[in-house]
């Protein structure tokens, strides 16, 4: 199990920005993956971007162009940047990663969209 620390959530208005960050308490190198997901209220968990061990990077279609997921390997942090935030992109944000391909999650992060 891969202890998880997010930060970055938060209120903004549409248009803005807010960069997610999440801490592991593996070195990344041992990871399969790292990626973000989210679920808003009613809604299945959805993946919105994923990074592997390699820095290949996928992205959901209504993400592509406005966010970016990246990596710092000696701070074991993963990033997600979040442009122009719509108000379709408010939910709890969640890290996922997995070590010998098993999932570890984070408890979440609140991303609000709202003027």
Same mark, same amino acid.
């Given at each position: ?61 209504? /993400? ?46 609140? /991303?609000? /969209?709202?003027?």
């Amino acid at each position: 199990q891969v202890q998880l620390v997010e930060s970055g959530g938060g209120l903004v208005q549409p248009g803005g920005s807010l960069r997610l960050s999440c801490a592991a308490s593996v070195s990344l190198f041992r990871l399969n993956y790292m990626g973000w997901y989210r679920q808003a209220p009613g809604k299945e968990r959805e993946l919105v971007a994923r990074i592997t061990t390699r820095s290949r990077t996928n992205y959901a279609d209504s /993400v592509k162009g406005r966010f970016t997921i990246s990596r710092d390997n000696v701070k074991y942090t993963v990033y997600l940047q979040m442009n122009s935030l719509k108000p379709a992109d408010p939910a709890v944000y969640y890290c996922n990663v997995a070590l010998a391909y098993r999932d570890s999650w984070g408890p979440g992060t609140q /991303v609000t /969209v709202s003027s």
